[in-house]
């Protein structure tokens, strides 16, 4: 074990070293605060439009292998959106994962159909990225939780 | 006698800059600003674990770097650690007044934090958050520095830090310790630099020395030392080296170790390197299927439907229930079979240092997965970091780089287990033949079979498909 030397406390020296600390634990708490507040604002970003995408996958539950995305894509007035092209990025929520990649083609108007290979069970999110016709580019989330393993 | 072996610090050009002082800080500032990059990422950065620096260098490549060094050669990350250099800059203007103080001279804070760490990564489910794991890292700065800026010499790193203590338990497999080239040379030695530090002609310290309070001549395997060379750079007669030696072979041996002690008579290293193990396999136990049943099925046997409660019973089983029901009986029939008056307690102790080369084999197995089937994921990801800054200066990110095949990786997942256990039976070997009597194969035997069984287990575990999940409570 370490010599155990008693604490020595000089009087002159902890008063001094005190008269440093605060200063210095304000500004720690500052900065940690500072750090939140500017992490919570990148996180506050806004909605993409006022585009809907309805989502279903087969099948449920979802198992290891293959499993198709279906999504819906209508405007704010309900009108399917046609012509778009969407690309899927499915990613484990664990990093190092391999993640599966997809495109999805349009099977009716507005109606978009993709397929992914699902390598490992767990929790998977996919990211289904669109472009729009118009040049418009927006991604929307979808969580496949509790993929099987069996 | 000097010592014949291996010298890391003779081999040219990487011996001489292992020698110059300033090796250990050209080490640590590309480490610092790595933590500085992943820090950034992971609050401002994609909220996809596996689209962020912070998660995919934690959880992925520090950890499975971590372990393939500590196999390789030794706790050279503890030598490279950020923490410390931060804690050199601010140790500029605070000098810290205080000794640590003695009734936590040692590891149960480091116990609880290794524990509770491991508890907090299954619970909020750490891997899969960029903006936790980040903040992971600064309150582990904060945390050092805080200590440091406090209390004298290496506190946090010999009472503290969860990961130096875990590199601690697992260098004790390395293949390398820092220790001295030929004893004689200290017997003379009068100044005593490696552990008083060295001086000028005004008896200023102008090189320190260890900081972990372990006097080189008295100095008996890696155990609580960092790596950091102080003591070879304070050494005025170049007798420090980093010298080859047999992997695990300190866990036989119980020698009065300088800043450590007798380690049958520390319980809490004891329980440190049962938690070593012992975690091992519940941390791998958190990555497949059958935990989910296994939470299931004590949901609806208890009537909670909260997982920390769960969790909590889960580690309570998997680190003090089982080694208490595994090692015990061990030791008990050990007692009973060579009737001697040590306590049963003594004798758990003494065998809890048999199980670090097996928990370290699982951790390699774990961790060496994890690494070698996502071992290229970082340069995607390093790629989509600096498209999102505006140029794609690194190309667009190829996605398709993931590592190697897994059932390349189950080859070296299995290989590794089968190390452990090697090593875990030897070093129990050893310490069985040490025993008075005629039973010493029997004692063996049962030591052995502990052995066997938590290898089975671990075996079982990574045979098991993985299913990594955040939400536990649902679906069974």
């Known amino acids: 074990m370490q010599a155990g030397t008693p604490a020595v406390l000089i009087q002159g020296q902890n008063m001094n070293f005190q008269r440093r600390l605060w200063p210095a634990v304000y500004n720690l708490l500052a900065f940690v605060l500072l750090l939140s507040l500017l992490a919570g604002c990148s996180r506050s970003s806004g909605a993409a439009s006022q585009i809907t995408v309805e989502t279903e996958v087969t099948p449920q539950p979802a198992h290891v292998g293959p499993v198709t995305i279906n999504f819906k894509l209508k405007d704010a007035t309900g009108k399917p959106i046609s012509g778009a092209h969407a690309t899927l990025d499915g990613n484990m929520t664990h990093p190092g994962m391999a993640p599966a990649l997809g495109e999805a083609t349009e099977i009716a108007p507005g109606n978009y159909r993709g397929n992914l290979e699902l390598s490992m069970g767990g929790d998977w999110v996919v990211m289904i990225h669109i472009a729009l016709s118009d040049g418009q580019k927006f991604d929307r989330e979808l969580e496949l939780k509790g993929v099987r393993s069996d | ?191 005593k630099d490696c552990i008083r530090g060295a001086r000028n002609s005004e008896l200023v310290v102008i090189q320190r020395g260890c900081e972990l309070a372990l006097f080189q001549p008295r100095k008996t395997g890696n155990l609580d030392c960092t790596f950091c060379l102080d003591c070879v750079q304070a050494c005025p007669h170049d007798n420090v080296g980093i010298l080859s030696r047999l992997p695990a072979e300190e866990l036989t041996v119980d020698p009065m170790r300088s800043g450590v002690g007798i380690i049958s008579r520390r319980k809490d290293l004891a329980a440190l390197a049962l938690v070593f193990c012992f975690g091992a396999l519940l941390n791998a136990f958190g990555m497949v299927r059958p935990i989910y049943a296994f939470e299931s099925w004590i949901a609806s046997v208890l009537g909670l439907n909260r997982e920390t409660p769960i969790l909590a019973l889960i580690f309570f089983l998997f680190l003090v229930v089982e080694p208490l029901i595994l090692i015990g009986a061990a030791a008990w029939i050990t007692r009973r079979l060579t009737g001697q008056t040590n306590s049963v307690l003594a004798i758990a102790i003494r065998y809890s240092y048999a199980f670090v080369p097996l928990g370290f084999g699982i951790w390699l197995a774990h961790y060496g997965f994890h690494f070698l089937t996502g071992l290229f994921t970082f340069i995607p990801v390093a790629q989509y970091a600096v498209a999102g800054l505006g140029k794609p200066l690194l190309g667009q990110p190829r996605w398709s780089w993931v590592g190697f095949p897994q059932n390349v990786v189950r080859v070296f997942e299995y290989g590794f287990l089968g190390i452990g256990l090697v090593g875990s039976f030897l070093v129990t070997h050893r310490l069985a033949e040490a025993e008075r009597g005629n039973h010493r194969r029997a004692v063996f035997v049962v030591w052995a079979f502990v052995a066997l069984l938590l290898w089975c287990a671990a075996l079982w575990l990574m045979s098991q498909p993985m299913e990594m999940r955040g939400v536990v409570l649902i679906g069974g």
């Open chain 2, 1 to 191: 006698m000097p010592e014949t072996g291996f010298d890391l610090l003779r081999v040219p050009v990487l011996g001489r800059f292992l020698h110059w002082r300033h090796a250990r800080t050209v080490l640590q500032v590309p480490l610092l600003l790595l933590s500085i990059v992943m820090v950034l990422h992971g609050l401002f950065g994609p909220s996809l674990a596996p689209k962020n620096l912070a998660t995919i260098l934690s959880w992925v490549h520090f950890r499975g770097l971590l372990v393939a060094t500590l196999l390789f050669a030794g706790n050279f990350f503890c030598l490279a650690c950020p923490l410390m250099l931060v804690r050199n800059g601010v140790r500029k203007i605070f000098k810290p007044v205080w000794n640590w103080p003695r009734f936590l001279r040692n590891k149960w804070i480091s116990l609880v934090l290794l524990v509770s760490i491991l508890f907090l990564y299954e619970l909020f489910d750490l891997w899969s958050s960029p903006w936790l794991t980040a903040w992971l890292i600064i309150l582990y700065f904060a945390a050092a520095v805080a200590i440091d800026s406090l209390f004298k010499h290496a506190s946090f790193c010999k009472f503290v830090c969860p990961i130096g203590q875990y590199n601690f338990i697992a260098a004790t497999v390395s293949p390398l310790e820092v220790k001295v080239r030929e004893q004689q040379v200290c017997t003379s030695c009068t100044t």
